[in-house]
């Protein structure tokens, strides 16, 4: 696996969301943030859009959860037919029994952690997962500044990834632009959430094949 490049649709045009995907032809999957104004202070969409859109793009769905009670509500994403489900630790009262019903689902389970959140937290679960996911911003909104502060928790956990074999995908989620891609990927991440950086651009999809080119190259120290 390789350098990976997730647009959030959290800063396109929702009410054209199946042609905004469309014009992210070279993406590597579609990142769809569900918020529930109760764990993030932001309400976005929920299921029934994600199970419209899981039938119209031919791009697979990272579903990314910042819900309360994800144990409840994060298994009917999966049965909606999105490749990967991410809920968050903080808000998770049985992850490793979650991640083992994504699972067998059929998706991809992922875990994420808010930035003060510490990564021994999550260091016994690494097993049980198929991606972390480590917020570059606090998790809520789209547009913030990129927190360098998580930059050595993403190389631990590349480290932590590293020695134990693990086919583990380390994503990092906010505040990813050409300005700052390149230092997540020199400190392991090598799946890449942008937003505001892709659907700010007359074209988009070009700023993806731009982020994958900058991030590769910093993962081999270019």
Do not use: C
């Amino acid at each position: 696996m390789g350098i990976q490049i997730t647009p959030s649709v959290l800063n396109a045009d929702l009410s054209r969301l199946a042609d905004e995907v469309a014009r992210i032809p070279s993406a590597d999957w579609v990142h769809v943030d569900v918020m529930d104004n109760h764990f993030v202070p932001n309400l976005t969409l929920g299921l029934p859009v994600v199970e419209a859109l899981a039938q119209h793009s031919t791009l697979p769905i990272d579903v990314h959860l910042m819900i309360e009670d994800p144990d409840r509500w994060a298994p009917a994403y999966a049965e909606a037919g999105v490749g990967s489900v991410t809920f968050h630790l903080e808000a998770a009262a049985a992850p490793v029994r979650l991640a083992r019903e994504l699972r067998a689902q059929g998706a991809r389970a992922s875990m994420a952690l808010k930035p003060a959140t510490p990564l021994e937290a999550a260091e016994g679960m690494l097993g049980e997962l198929d991606m972390l996911l480590l917020m570059t911003v606090e998790p809520g909104f789209g547009g913030q500044k990129f927190l360098d502060l998580v930059l050595p928790k993403i190389r631990r956990a590349r480290e932590l990834v590293s020695a134990a074999g693990l086919e583990l995908w380390l994503q990092v989620d906010g505040g990813v632009s050409a300005e700052t891609v390149e230092r997540a990927a020199e400190a392991g991440a090598d799946v890449f959430v942008a937003g505001s950086a892709v659907y700010s651009a007359e074209d988009p999809d070009a700023v993806v094949r731009e982020l994958r080119d900058l991030a590769h190259a910093a993962s081999l120290g270019e």
